[in-house]
Every structure is written in C-alpha cells, then in structure tokens.
C-alpha cells in the first residue's frame, strides 16, 4: 500500500446528515410492542426499555430488554451506521431468544422520517428455509418513534407482524 493510500485508509471519518440522523435516536427509551401470533392468536403485547448510544457520532448501538412470553427477560442489541461509498445504511440486530444474526442494509424515504431495513432469516412458515424481513423506523418527534417489522411471504406479498412504539425518557 502506497503512503497515501495509507493516510486517505487512516483519516478520521467524517459525521455526515445521514449519521446525525442515527444519533438523534440516541437516549433512554421505553417501548411497548404488539406482535401478531398468528391468525388463530391473539396479538401479544409487552413493554420494555432501551438505552441508545453512539459511536463517533457515526454508529449507534442500542440494548434493549424486556419480557418474554415465558416471563425470561430478553436482551436484545442494535447496531447501526451509515456508509457513503454504498450510500447505504447498515448494520446487525442480535436477541437473547435467538441464534440468527440479522444483517441489515438500509435505505432512507425521501421525507427523512422513515428508514427501512431489510435482512434475510429464517422463515415463519417453514424453518428450512429463509425469507425476507423489513424492520422500519419511523420519527413520529424528537421523543416518539415507530418501529414496525413485516415478511415477506412465498407470493411475495408483505406481511405486518410487529409495531412498537417507543418514547424517550424525560
């Protein structure tokens, strides 16, 4: 590697509006989510916390925790950033109640108020194989957001399994 190469790989990043986006979802939160169970189920509702921080102002990381619907607590943690060669958000989603590690790779809507993150897991309907998933955020304001998490199905329709709202702590 030429000594200039060497001194553009080790600059310092530098925050960019679409990271300041992230931070701003930084701070103390608490959620309460409904999750479809099926169509022979009634919804399941909890409640719970998160704390988000950032890294550098160019990451955040955030560390949930709640109920689970056999009384464990649950653990779950975020991480996101954004990535102006690809132009794309990024970013990984790990829970306690699994072994799956969801990439993210994201993209903002033209209002700036919802960002939509797509990965690949396993399948509701058949856990031999996998199917897309979008987890959108919305900024309803400065303390309130929206999450919502959608599949989709075989026929490539989107289904809505989860919302959560989340309120800053003040």
Same mark, same amino acid.
């Given at each position: $590697? ?13 925050? !960019?509006?679409?990271?300041? =986006?992230?931070? /701003?979802? &930084?701070? *103390?939160? @608490? ?6 169970? +099926? ?11 998160? #704390?988000?921080?950032?890294?550098? &102002?160019? =990451?955040?990381? +955030?560390?949930?925790?709640?109920? $689970?619907?056999? &009384?464990?607590?649950?653990? @779950? ?7 102006? /060669? ?15 590690? =969801?990439?993210?790779?994201?993209? $903002? *809507? ?17 856990? #031999?194989?996998?199917?897309?998933? !979008? *987890? ?13 998490? !959608?599949? !989709? &199905?075989? *026929? +490539?329709? =989107?289904?809505?399994?989860?919302? /959560? ?6």
């Amino acid at each position: $590697m030429t000594e200039a190469k060497t001194e553009e790989t080790c600059k310092m990043a530098t925050p !960019q509006k679409e990271h300041e =986006w992230l931070t /701003a979802l &930084g701070g *103390d939160w @608490t959620f309460e989510t409904e999750c479809s169970m +099926g169509p022979d189920h009634p919804p399941m509702k909890s409640s719970g916390k998160e #704390t988000v921080r950032s890294i550098g &102002g160019l =990451w955040i990381v +955030g560390e949930g925790e709640g109920p $689970m619907p056999d &009384g464990e607590i649950g653990t @779950t943690i975020i991480s996101l950033g954004y990535d102006p /060669a690809k132009k794309r958000y990024l970013g990984t989603w790990i829970g306690s109640m699994m072994t799956h590690m =969801w990439i993210y790779n994201g993209e $903002m *809507d033209a209002s700036e108020k919802m960002l939509t993150l797509s990965a690949e897991g396993p399948s509701f309907t058949d856990p #031999t194989k996998t199917a897309m998933y !979008q *987890d959108i955020i919305e900024i309803k304001d400065n303390n309130h957001r929206i999450l919502r998490s !959608q599949y !989709q &199905g075989d *026929d +490539g329709e =989107w289904t809505h399994f989860m919302t /959560a709202h989340y309120k800053r702590k003040v």
